[in-house]
């Protein structure tokens, strides 16, 4: 299984990001979305990225170039067909990404792997929606992408053999690590990180602590980069409500309730950076705790 082009669902956050590894790492990339708009933002970004990368000396001026060239966009599912590895990255809704699967299969090659960048959406039973459950896997990304070093590689019940291999050459290519995990909910990365960040948004939700005190105690405290509301904002509120409802419905175990506050954030639109405003206000020069 010969991988030299990728086509990428979704130019948001992660997918960008995924082009641009990608891209750097040599293959062909094609990069889709329903919005033009998105498609311009994230090749701007990416061109920003790589000038980063370039001016810290840990690419070269002919490496973004050459990365860059590689990349093409389109709105059309359909275009995707000769790509030898398709990643869906689009948001953490099942229904969206089984409407994504469903569109683009018609136009696939035979051979053409499938992969998803879900988050905690069992694998087995997205594959199950397709003509090729044993070339589907999933490959979770971590953000921001071109600097996180791990891809989580998770095997559905009918993934083979040699698909999981293909993906471990793949993964290795890019200059990330791989760390298998069975097809759980939220798998291993989310399966241990959300419920803590769940933790602490009720240890605000019963004024054990506010958003200040709750951050500054677990960096301080445990040597974390970034709190977990800031963190919780980072990733985005609704995405970190999404994975806390698999891993509640899927485990049907109380200590993965996600908690009401969290709720109440999401369904006021206050989802995080991406909003301006989640358990801090980012309208301003510096982010402001909201409680």
């Known amino acids: 299984m010969e991988i030299t082009s990728v086509g990428i669902v979704g ?7 995924i082009a641009h590894v990608f891209a750097l790492a040599g293959y062909d990339v094609l990069l889709t979305d329903v919005s033009h708009e998105a498609l311009d933002k994230a090749l701007a970004l990416i061109d920003r990225n790589l000038e980063r990368q370039a001016s810290r000396g840990k690419i070269t001026a002919e490496d973004r170039t050459a990365a860059l060239g590689r990349i093409a966009t389109t709105q059309r599912l359909a275009d995707l067909g000769n790509c030898d590895l398709i990643i869906e990255a689009a948001t953490e809704r099942e229904a969206v990404k089984q ?11 035979p051979s053409t792997i ?12 997205l594959a199950s929606r397709t003509d090729r459950p044993e070339r589907f896997i999933g490959l979770h990304f971590m953000n921001p992408v071109p600097v996180m070093q791990l891809v989580e590689i998770i095997r559905g019940i009918a ?5 999981y291999e293909a993906m471990l050459k793949v993964v290795e290519r890019i200059g990330k690590t791989s760390a298998s995990a069975e097809d759980f909910p939220a798998f291993i990365v989310n399966r241990i990180l959300m419920p803590m960040i769940n933790e602490a948004v009720y240890a605000l939700y019963e004024g054990v602590g506010n958003v200040k005190s709750i951050d500054e105690s ?11 509301l800031e963190l919780a904002d980072f ?8 994975i806390m409802n698999v891993l509640h419905e899927g485990l049907a175990d109380t200590k993965y309730r996600p908690c009401p506050l969290m709720t109440k954030y999401v369904e006021a639109g206050w989802l995080g950076r991406k909003t301006g405003r989640g358990f801090y206000d980012y309208r ?3 982010p402001v705790p909201t409680r």
Do not use: W, Y
């Not at 990733?235 to 999404?242: K, M, P, V």
């Open 99 to 109: 409407a994504i699967f469903a569109e683009v299969l018609p136009h696939l090659k």
């Open 114 to 125: 499938l992969a998803t960048n879900t988050s905690s959406i069992s694998i087995t039973r």
């Open 235 to 242: 990733i985005g509120l609704d995405t970190c409500l999404a």
């Open 284 to 286: 301003g020069e510096t």
């Open 11 to 17: 130019a948001g956050q992660m997918g960008n990001g």
């Open 218 to 228: 677990m960096k301080l405290g445990a040597n974390h980069p970034m709190g977990p």
């Open 159 to 163: 993934t083979d053999g040699a698909t």
